[in-house]
């Protein structure tokens, strides 16, 4: 396996099960290692709905959970409650923001990379 790469001013995480193997290379890669009980309870947590939240945060940076209903083509009620259970597992930050005289929420990832380790 190779060293993975880390990417500066973030850091990097790797979500993993309790049997994973060779987890000591992403600690000395400086990783934050979140484990998982089983495969079964990883698999809920990393839906496609998930994962294309995270990629679109990651690529897009939108300004509210608005903008990123609209980007990925969901309800902004089921945005929230998906980046609600994202923020919960420490994957995302919500950053309070003040635009026209309107709050608004910027959700933001909390990790340049995260990788899923079987």
């Known amino acids: 396996m190779k060293n993975p790469k880390v990417t500066p001013n973030l850091r990097n995480c790797v979500l993993a099960t309790s049997e994973a193997k060779d987890l000591e290379i992403y600690k000395q890669a400086d990783y934050e290692v979140k484990i ?7 698999l809920k947590v990393a839906t496609q709905c998930r994962t294309d ?8 940076g939108p300004e509210s ?7 990925v ?11 609600k259970i994202l923020e919960k597992l420490g994957l995302v930050d919500f950053i309070k923001a003040e635009s026209g005289g309107r709050k608004r ?11 899923i380790h079987l």
């Open 105 to 115: 929420v910027r959700p933001q990832n909390r990790y340049a990379q995260i990788v």
């Open 65 to 71: 959970l608005y903008e990123l209903a609209k980007l």
């Open 53 to 60: 939240i995270l990629k679109t945060i990651s690529k897009h």
């Open 36 to 42: 998982f009980k089983c495969h079964s309870e990883l």
């Open 73 to 83: 083509q969901k309800n902004q009620a089921y945005i929230y409650r998906e980046t």
